[in-house]
């Protein structure tokens, strides 16, 4: 398939009424006008209190009027452009992007099990995000390499992403070094000035509240910075229902909305206009354990509330394909069909952890990331518009006159499937379509070790996208020299 | 869960305009009107020529008015009551329900693999069908056992069927003994009078047609007994994209309806006002090989402009739970969700082989039917209304106040919480949601092995549902009586 975001055509699912919107809204006002948000980083408290907000201690309170028009001020719509503009997103409206697995602390193949991230593993990742076009995104590390020291790890992890990829890439809110060292390495490879790089989205942010009801220090410093430069934020709440959330589904959406807003009013202080999205993380709790459940029916519906209410504050919108299986089986596909699903009917723009993503995000998995990306590109194939034409060629009356009523009449042969056969169906290259003997006599493969082999062929024959000499020397001269200077400090 | 019936609380997806909706229609209409669908039975053709249809030879051709307002006579929704009055489902309008996998002819199972359907998997697949209160219709059968001979089978496959499940049956239209049979022993089965048995639905029949545009002899020989006795009738073209229907699915989808509609008119000249559903079994063939697809986006898409076309015509409509997958793995579940969330997507009524189906329909599988029915009571907790409920008790204010801000701040141990978590979320018996470290010391067990471990336990505790004692004895008796007569003639 080639590179193209898909525009989805379909009417979002929404199963909140005109009355619920109202009430969710109103919780949420309710939560920032009366109980307040924590901000635990001196410098928001500051540009908060300049601006009228009533701030006590760490606790922010802020009107809705003024909560409703500084989130007005935030685009509908939006694009990030990476250092090859033909890769170049938009975000809003009816557009979509899926993003790789951001963030799992372990790897797990079919060959060695479980294992902590390393080097070798984020490179593994970095070439499928660059191979599978129905990814538009290189987000966060897809692994953290851990045999890479802290203090210089996303200068590493950076150089290979940016290498590697050509895509739009992502800078971790996690100290000052580090947000201001991707944006100068996002800058380097795309071969732009300061003045250019600061004038239209070339990366982004997303930062995560400490549920409930608090944003820490390093998520706010960096969403600052990247608002300065008028880059884009998205704003992921973690409301685990029964956890860090109400244990009712619309009380988990509506705090997640009470913190996420409360975030983009600081944005849109600090510079109006800068794009924001609307991250969804609401998921249950199993009651028995605690442990996180992700693809559950409480998962889709709360994905598909904060959609309505998305649209209802004029937000682009992020949600995730998640699961909390631990291995690629079938648990994993109905968990992750089921959230990915969600995306689509909640007309989520931006699909994190899109492909490769297991046990509850504690894990990547290449297999998972392989099947993952079939089930994408039947979401992009879903929403051809040319399955559902109904012009009269498409409702071929003169072909079904034409095959008729005779005994083994069939339409394999006769020009109107000739002449489109070839594109007429999506063609899987993970799913096995043959019957069972000869899947059976070519090994009787599981869908799993399918994926695993296509999984290194992929790295096998890998060519990194192109990147002229003279700027790969300078993205390695910046990495040297910050690595010469310590990195980033590792005790924030 | 309890046995009941979902409601789709959903608007559907609904992807053709009214210009599509009226394409597809008029298509339909030139068929019938021009084309004409070929009906290979005396009695229907002198039926329909007698109703002033155009017949010539085999070939009937009827005009679109007469066809809207026959069909017009069928009822949007009706019910269908099975021995156990509490097993009663309604087709139609929001209304679903669930049907066991139908008529493969082989099994699979982890310990044993494919081998040919027998008489002790039939009885495993009756033993499931009964178990899981989320399946509402003991179809087909879920596996043919031709251990039995063809002449008898129907007659012990129903006894063991009646005695076994308590839910709603269906006929083989294959031969008037096999269909005079079973609604004879689901009379029987029921403590009914021959008239109590024609008042109202108490079993069903599906018939396929002949793609392209051929209804074949036994399966309008079963239409036209079971419409004389008011007895429901689905009727399902298979029309496979590329194959048996034009290459494009508008075309697809039209001569389907076309095929479907013809029955329907024929059904309702006999009696008017019998119940019918139109079916789909719309789907793409693979173009490299020509062997069947399913599940697949143009699968999903034809599925809804099927309901969109239904709710046109006023009729209930089926669709299926379907798989190219020749074992439960990954692929098997993707496409499996896919075409179970389709039927949600379609506003389907009844869904065939929500359980069990692999390989096309070739197997059926015990461990793929645990797996289904965790996606389908997925899907049956999705429609609860209290997961989207927005009452002031559900947005929870009370309760973020009454937690706050403090550091480790969480929800586990409040009223609100604790009031609620024994309902409040959907609980899994087949998914896994444990750590990796949790899962990997309990055997690291994928899957389909837990789905086999489930599907063997429920076989070795299983309890018949009561039935009196003179009934299964007149039940016994009729069976062997028609053995005794040489049951039914084997070279139709």
Known sequence: MPFRQPVNIDRPTEPLGEDGIDAIHNGAMDILENIGIQFMNPEA??????FGCTVDGENVRMGRDMVMEMVGKAPSEFTITPRNPARKITLGGNHMAFVNVSSPPNMWDLERGKRPGDMEGFRDFMKLT?????IHVAGGYPVEPVDVHASVRHLDCLFEKLTLTDKVVHAYSLGKERVEDVMEMVRIAAGL???????TPRMYTNINSVSPLKHDFPMLDGTIRLARRGQPIVVTPFTLAGAMAPVTMAGAVTLSLAEGLAAIVLIQIIRAGCPCLIGTFTSNVDMKSGAPAFGTPEYIRATQMTGQMARFYGLPMRSSGVCAANVPDGQAMWETSNSLWAAVQSGTNLVYHAAGWLEGGLIASPEKFVMDCEVLQHIQ????????????DDIAIDAIREVGHAPGANFFAI???????????????????????????????WTAERAHKIYKDIINTFEPPKMEMTIKEELGEYVAKRKSEGGAPTDF
């Open 45 to 50: 408290l500051k540009i908060l209190r300049d």
């Open 130 to 134: 660059q191979y599978f076009n129905c």
């Open 193 to 199: 000035t300061h003045d250019e790089f600061n004038e």
């Open 381 to 392: 194939r879903y929403f051809a518009p040319s399955i559902t034409a109904t012009t009269p």
């Open 415 to 445: 020009d109107h499937t000739q002449d489109r056969y070839e594109t007429a169906f999506y063609a899987p290259f993970a799913s096995d379509w043959r019957n069972y003997e000869a899947w059976e006599l070519d090994g009787g493969v």
